[in-house]
């Protein structure tokens, strides 16, 4: 392929895209290996095919033939079998949102990088829409339990934590607290579903069984490894701060919804329900005059 004169500057802005453009390739391919769905996993090889048609175009500007990163593609693979295909494609195509203003500096150039950008910007962008992954049906269960669990579970142990002072004493309550709620959560969520004559009842109910069993175990988990109440209990407010950052975060990504008032409300909630609820804990034992 015979290689086309640009400026050095111009050139090392194509090699970086020409680098991109031949991971994304890549990385889409072995995704769609592993992806369910034929739907699916034909969206992920056209998505494949276009990043690699643009690998050719800056190939012909650059004239080097470049290797994968593989630890790129390692990373992204990883991403999409814990979190899912559509989060880690939706991921990587974020990243590349800051390229924008290196397409303008190139049209001149390279007037091919202005339909590139038109590609990456409308047809790339419709495909990953009409991606159809199953874990992002059930968000909405998901959520269900994760913020029950949260408000729950926080109000109870902060209580707890003021009430009984003892973090084994704390640990059990929470767990059968937590535990008893998880199942009538579940059944709650299944009778729901049934009620509105949907097929997947099961389904739905064991995503909000599990999300809500996880933030058990985890918010339970400080009085288990911990003998200081107080210290159990920052640990336990900093373990619900982690778990609404990495569930918004996931949901921002995956359905491309806002970041930051979505986590400032949970978090805001989660954190005001233990402040009020380690307030009548304090409350409770003064009143009953109840000493363990």
Partial sequence: MSEKVISDAARRIVLKMQQNELNESVIYREIAKFAKGEHNREVL??????????????????????????????????????????????????????AQAEYEKLAEEVPESLAIRRDEEEHEAALLEILDEERLQYVGSMVLGLNDALVELTGSLAGFTFALQNTRLIALSGLIIGISATFSMAASEFLSARSEGRTDALKSCTYTGVAYLITVALLVLPYLLLSDCIAALCCMILAVLLIILVFTYYTSVALSRPFFSRFFEMAGISVGVAVLSFAVGVAAKAFLGVEV
């Fill in 45 to 98: 090889c056209r998505l494949a095919d276009e990043e690699a048609a643009h690998c050719a175009v800056w190939e012909g500007y650059t004239g080097v033939s470049l290797k994968v990163k593989k630890g790129k593609v390692f990373k992204y693979k990883l991403l999409a079998r814990l979190f899912g295909f559509t989060f880690a494609v939706k991921l990587m195509e974020r990243g590349e949102a800051g």
